[in-house]
C-alpha cells in the first residue's frame, strides 16, 4: 500500500513528513544494505537493526571497522557483496570518494530496480552520481552529527531531518525514504522535503558561512585581538571562545530571543549594539558570493580537484589551523578542564527558569 503523505507529488519543498504519519511498512522483508561503517554508517546501521530492520554492512576487507560493525551484532560482508545482498544500498562513504566507489563496486552489483540512499546530497547535486532510471534514489539528511543521532536514538529519541527522492513524483519512494528515515531517526521533530541540490548547497553554506568557517574565524580574531591587547590568553579563551558553547546551548533551546532574555542586560545591550558593527553589509556581500561558489559548483571542483588526496588536503590545512595560537591555548585548558565536569548536570530548557519577558511591543516607550 502506497501512503499519501502529500496532496500532490511532487511535494512542495518545505512540506513535513510527520513520525507519527510513517510505518516501517515499506522496509518489512527488505534488507538494507550500509556501505560505509564511519560515523554516520555505524549509526545508521545501528539504528536500523535497533528499529528491527535487517541491515548487512558493507567494508572494505582492510577495513578495522568490520570487527567493530561484527562486534556490534552486525552481519558485515565485503562492500561488492553487500551492494548484492541489498535494496535500498544506502552510501555512507566519504563524499568525495562516494563517486569512485559508486561507479566501481555499487553500480556493477545493484540489484534490478534497488533503491540508492544518501545521507547528504554531494554525490548525486555535486560529483555526478547516478544510478539510472531503475533505481530510485532518497536522501535521509539527518541534523544533526552521526554520534548524536546514535545517542538520541538509544535513548528513545532522535534528529530531525531532510528528504528528498528522485524521481520527485514517486510516492513509492517518498515511502521508502520516509521509512528509512524514521527507523534511522531522523524524522524527530518532521522529515522537511528538499531536493539533493538544495540540502548539499545549504549544509555547506551553513558549514562555510556560519559553523565552521565564520563562526571559527570570528573566534580567531577575537582571541587574537585580545592578546595582542595584552590580556590573558585563558581570559580571552574563556570569554571569546569557551563561553560560545552557553550562548549556542540557549540559542538552541530558546531561539534568539529567548537566548536574549536569559544574559545579563549588558550583555544583551552590547550584543545588540555592537553586533551589527562586526558583521555589516559587507560580510553578506562576502556571503553571498561563497554561497554562488557553491551553487555553481565551483566549490565542489575545487575540493575534489585541488589535492590529489582530498583527505590529505583537509588534514594539511586543520594542521595549520592547530598549531595556531588559539588551538595551542584551547588544548591547554581542555587539559585542565577535562577533569572537572564543568556542565554537569546543566539543564537549559528548565521551565522554572526565571527569563525575562518575552518583547512586546507594549514595552515600547
Ligand atoms: N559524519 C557525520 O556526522 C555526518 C553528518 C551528516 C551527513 N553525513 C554524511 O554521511 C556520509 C558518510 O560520512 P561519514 O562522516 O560517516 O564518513 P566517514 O566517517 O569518513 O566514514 C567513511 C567510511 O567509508 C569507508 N570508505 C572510505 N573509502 C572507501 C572506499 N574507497 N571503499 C569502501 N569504503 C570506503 C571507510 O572505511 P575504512 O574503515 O575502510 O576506512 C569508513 O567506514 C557522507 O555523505 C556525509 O556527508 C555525515
Redesign the pocket.
Known amino acids: 500500500m502506497v501512503n499519501t503523505f502529500f496532496s500532490q507529488y511532487p511535494p512542495t519543498p518545505g512540506a513535513v513528513i510527520e513520525p507519527g504519519q510513517v510505518d516501517l511498512g515499506p522496509l518489512a522483508g527488505r534488507t538494507v544494505a550500509v556501505?560505509?561503517?564511519?560515523?554516520?554508517?555505524r549509526a545508521m546501521a545501528l539504528n536500523l537493526h535497533r528499529s528491527g530492520v535487517d541491515v548487512v554492512v558493507g567494508?572494505?576487507p582492510?577495513?578495522?571497522?568490520r570487527a567493530l560493525a561484527a562486534k556490534e551484532g552486525l552481519r558485515v560482508l565485503d562492500?561488492g557483496a553487500a551492494v548484492a545482498a541489498g535494496d535500498p544500498v544506502m552510501l555512507?562513504?566519504?563524499?568525495e570518494?562516494?563517486a569512485a566507489?559508486f561507479k566501481a563496486?555499487v553500480k556493477p552489483h545493484l540489484q534490478a530496480g534497488a533503491a540508492v540512499g544518501?545521507?547528504?546530497g554531494?554525490?548525486v547535486a555535486f560529483a555526478g552520481i547516478d544510478p539510472g532510471p531503475d533505481h530510485p534514489c532518497f536522501l535521509a539528511?539527518?541534523k544533526g552529527?552521526?554520534d548524536m543521532l546514535l545517542a538520541a536514538h538509544k535513548a528513545g529519541g532522535g534528529v530531525p531531518g531532510l528528504l528528498a527522492v528522485q524521481p520527485e513524483d514517486s510516492a513509492a519512494t517518498w515511502d521508502l525514504a520516509a521509512a528509512y528515515a524514521k527507523a534511522v531517526g531522523c524524522l524527530a521533530g518532521g522529515g522537511f522535503v528538499t531536493t539533493f541540490a538544495d540540502e548539499c548547497i545549504s549544509d555547506q553554506f551553513g558549514e562555510q558561512a556560519v559553523l565552521c568557517g565564520g563562526v571559527i574565524e570570528l573566534l580567531k580574531t577575537a582571541f587574537e585581538v585580545m592578546v595582542e591587547a595584552g590580556y590573558g590568553r585563558e581570559n580571552a579563551y574563556f570569554e571569546c571562545v569557551h563561553e560560545l558553547k552557553l550562548i549556542t546551548d540557549l540559542v538552541h533551546a530558546h531561539g534568539i530571543d529567548g537566548m536574549r532574555r536569559r544574559i545579563s542586560g549588558t550583555a544583551a545591550y552590547g550584543g545588540l549594539t555592537r553586533g551589527p558593527r562586526i558583521i555589516g553589509p559587507e560580510v553578506a556581500q562576502r556571503m553571498r558570493k561563497i554561497l554562488s561558489e557553491i551553487e555553481s559548483g565551483a566549490f565542489a571542483g575545487e575540493f575534489l580537484t585541488r589535492h590529489d588526496d582530498p583527505r590529505r588536503g583537509v588534514r594539511a590545512l586543520a594542521a595549520d589551523e592547530a598549531a595556531g595560537p588559539l588551538a595551542v591555548a584551547g588544548r591547554e585548558l581542555q587539559q585542565r578542564l577535562r577533569s572537572f565536569r564543568t556542565d554537569a548536570g546543566a539543564r537549559l530548557d528548565d521551565p522554572e527558569s526565571p527569563a525575562g519577558p518575552v518583547p512586546d511591543e507594549s514595552d515600547d516607550p
Open positions: 556501505i560505509g561503517y564511519g560515523t554516520m554508517g567494508a572494505r582492510q577495513s578495522p571497522r562492500p555512507l562513504l566519504p563524499d570518494v562516494m566507489v563496486v544518501f545521507a547528504h554531494f554525490g539528511a539527518p552529527q552521526g
